[in-house]
């Protein structure tokens, strides 16, 4: 199954990278080499965004602040014994960080843009690429401050025990927390 989404993924890639060059070939315009390289560099930024997507989606981390502490929490609700007014808390929560999660990410990808722009100029405005960088990097810490704050107002929702019994859970394999428990 994996090797077909890949194996499509790359396909559809080749097949978009072919339709841009054969719409520069069409238009009969000679293009320099230059050109050429701009547009796979394009290409390469563009795959290696797509990709990390991918990756932070299938791939499990193994970084604690990487979880997604309170989803995991409202999956085995009934294994920690959640309340009603709790599972609606959490819910609330998640909808709340998942809402301000979406508009950090447009805002990162926007000055990612920003800095292309800077980069592609000539000649390099050096300060101005210094500036962005480093507000793109303070979005990015905004937002594990952010995902590491929700977590914690998620784990406050929790009654003593039910924290043990999260704990007890967080030491499983990944796996196992991810499918449905069947009788033994």
């Given at each position: 199954?994996?090797?077909?989404?890949?194996?499509?993924l790359l396909i559809t890639l080749v097949i978009l990278a072919?339709?841009?060059?054969?719409?520069?070939?069409?238009?009969?315009?000679?293009?320099?080499?230059?050109?050429?390289?701009?547009?796979?560099?394009?290409?390469?930024?563009?795959?290696?965004?797509?990709?990390?997507?991918?990756?932070?989606?299938?791939?499990?981390?193994?970084?604690?602040?990487?979880?997604?502490?309170?989803?995991?929490?409202?999956?085995?609700?009934?294994?920690?014994?959640?309340?009603?007014?709790?599972?609606?808390?959490?819910?609330?929560?998640?909808?709340?960080?998942?809402?301000?999660?979406?508009?950090?990410?447009?805002?990162?990808?926007?000055?990612?843009?920003?800095?292309?722009?800077?980069?592609?100029?000539?000649?390099?405005?050096?300060?101005?690429?210094?500036?962005?960088?480093?507000?793109?990097?303070?979005?990015?810490?905004?937002?594990?401050?952010?995902?590491?704050?929700?977590?914690?107002?998620?784990?406050?929702?929790?009654?003593?025990?039910?924290?043990?019994?999260?704990?007890?859970?967080?030491?499983?394999?990944?796996?196992?927390?991810?499918?449905?428990?069947?009788?033994?």
């Amino acid at each position: 199954m994996k090797t077909r989404v890949v194996s499509a993924l790359l396909i559809t890639l080749v097949i978009l990278a072919a339709a841009s060059l054969t719409g520069k070939l069409d238009a009969m315009e000679p293009f320099s080499r230059q050109e050429l390289v701009q547009s796979w560099d394009d290409l390469g930024r563009e795959l290696e965004g797509i990709f990390g997507r991918w990756r932070d989606y299938f791939v499990p981390t193994a970084s604690r602040e990487d979880r997604a502490l309170i989803s995991m929490m409202l999956r085995n609700r009934e294994k920690l014994g959640l309340s009603t007014d709790q599972v609606k808390k959490l819910e609330q929560l998640r909808s709340e960080f998942q809402k301000d999660s979406i508009r950090r990410d447009a805002d990162l990808r926007v000055a990612e843009m920003d800095l292309t722009s800077l980069l592609d100029a000539q000649p390099v405005d050096m300060p101005k690429i210094e500036a962005k960088i480093r507000e793109i990097e303070k979005l990015r810490a905004d937002a594990r401050i952010a995902r590491i704050r929700a977590m914690e107002r998620g784990k406050e929702q929790l009654t003593a025990d039910q924290r043990k019994k999260l704990q007890d859970l967080l030491a499983e394999p990944r796996l196992t927390r991810l499918l449905p428990q069947v009788d033994r």
